[in-house]
C-alpha cells in the first residue's frame, strides 16, 4: 500500500505527538474555524490538530480545566462563552481585559491559562488591508460611526481607539448599552471623542461618516437598516459588516450600489484566527492560502 497519504500534511494521521487547539462554542457545529486553522497547520508542517468542542454553559469551568489537564496547546471561544472566561483565566491581556471578553487562550506547559482578544486586532488587521479605497483611510482624523453596543462592538470599538480613532460615535437601539459601552471606555481613552447615539436616522452623523461598522445582529436574516439613509453618506464612506455570512448583507448591497467601498467579515474572521494562530505556534499563518481556500468554501 501507498504511503502517500500518510506523507500528505492534509492526511496525517495523529500520533503521539499530535497537539490540540480547538474552539469552543454552544452551538459551535457552524463554525469555520477549524477549516481556517487546520489547512494552516497542515501548510506549515506542524503537527497539531484544531477541532471543535459544543461545551455546555454549565460545563466550561470543567472544561477549560480539562483542556489545561490534557496539555492542550489552547483554544478560541465563540458565543457565549466569551464573557464568561474572564474569571477563569490565570492572566489576562489588558486589551482582553479592556474588552471584558476572551477569544484565544494560550495555556503553558504548566497549565496557567493566558487569556486574550484577537478580534480587535482582526477587526483592524482587516481593515488596513482595504487597498480599494479612494483615499488611504487616516483613522486619527476619520470620523466612525459604530452601529450596536454588544459583545462585537466593545471589541471593534477598542480596536479603533488602538489603532489611533479619535472620533467614534456608537448607536444602539438601546442607548443606555451605548451609554455604558463609552463610559467604561472613556478613561482609558481620555482624547477620544467618545458618543453614544440611538439607533435613529435623524440622530445619526451619517453625512460625516468616513467609515461606518455594522456589529449589530441586523443583515444575519436579510435584514435591511432603515436608519442607515444610504445616499446620506459621502461618496469617500467605507462601510464594513463584521459579519461573513451572508457575504454581502442589504446594508452592504445598498452600498455596493450606491459605489461606496465595502467590507464583509471573511477579513476579520481571517486575521483574528491568524493572531491567535501566531499566539499558539509562534508562526505565521499563511493568510492568502487561507483566504483563497475560505472563499472556494463559503
Ligand atoms: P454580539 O456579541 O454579537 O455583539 P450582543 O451582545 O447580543 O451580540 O449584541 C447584539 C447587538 O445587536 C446589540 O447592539 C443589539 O441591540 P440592543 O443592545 O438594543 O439589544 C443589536 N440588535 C440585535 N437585534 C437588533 C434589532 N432587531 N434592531 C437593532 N439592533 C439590534
Not at 471543535?52 to 472544561?63: D, I, N
Not at 443606555?176 to 440622530?203: F, H, K
Amino acid at each position: 500500500m501507498s504511503n502517500t497519504a500518510f506523507d500528505n500534511p492534509f492526511t496525517r494521521i495523529p500520533d503521539g505527538h499530535t497537539r490540540l487547539i480547538g474552539v469552543i462554542g454552544h452551538p459551535v457545529s457552524h463554525t469555520l474555524s477549524p477549516a481556517l486553522h487546520n489547512p494552516a497547520l497542515a501548510w506549515l508542517g506542524l503537527n497539531m490538530r484544531y477541532l471543535a468542542f459544543h461545551v455546555h454553559p454549565a460545563q466550561l469551568e470543567t472544561a477549560v480545566r480539562g483542556f489545561a489537564a490534557i496539555g492542550m496547546v489552547g483554544f478560541n471561544a465563540t458565543v457565549p462563552h466569551k464573557e464568561a472566561l474572564l474569571p477563569l483565566m490565570d492572566w489576562l491581556d489588558p486589551l482582553a481585559q479592556r474588552i471584558g471578553a476572551v477569544n484565544t487562550v494560550s495555556i503553558d506547559p504548566d497549565g496557567t491559562l493566558r487569556g486574550y482578544n484577537t478580534d480587535a486586532y482582526g477587526f483592524i488587521d482587516a481593515l488596513q488591508e482595504t487597498d480599494t479605497l479612494p483615499q488611504p483611510l487616516d483613522l486619527s482624523s476619520s470620523s466612525v460611526l459604530v452601529l450596536g453596543a454588544g459583545g462585537a462592538a466593545r471589541g471593534v470599538v477598542v480596536g479603533l481607539l488602538e489603532a489611533g480613532a479619535r472620533q467614534i460615535a456608537v448607536a444602539n437601539r438601546t442607548p443606555a448599552r451605548a451609554e455604558q459601552l463609552i463610559a467604561d471606555l472613556r478613561p482609558c481613552y481620555p482624547q477620544a471623542n467618545l458618543t453614544p447615539l440611538p439607533l435613529e436616522a435623524d440622530q445619526l452623523p451619517l453625512e460625516s461618516c468616513d467609515l461606518l461598522v455594522n456589529t449589530t445582529l441586523l443583515g444575519l436574516q436579510g435584514e435591511e437598516i432603515q436608519v442607515v439613509e444610504m445616499p446620506r453618506l459621502p461618496t469617500t464612506a467605507l462601510v464594513y459588516d463584521i459579519v461573513y455570512t451572508p457575504k454581502e448583507t442589504p446594508l452592504l448591497r445598498a452600498a455596493k450600489q450606491q459605489g461606496l467601498v465595502t467590507l464583509n467579515g471573511l477579513g476579520m474572521l481571517i486575521h483574528q484566527g491568524s493572531r491567535a494562530f501566531e499566539l499558539w505556534t509562534g508562526q505565521k499563518m499563511p493568510v492568502a492560502a487561507v483566504r483563497e481556500r475560505l472563499l472556494g468554501l463559503l
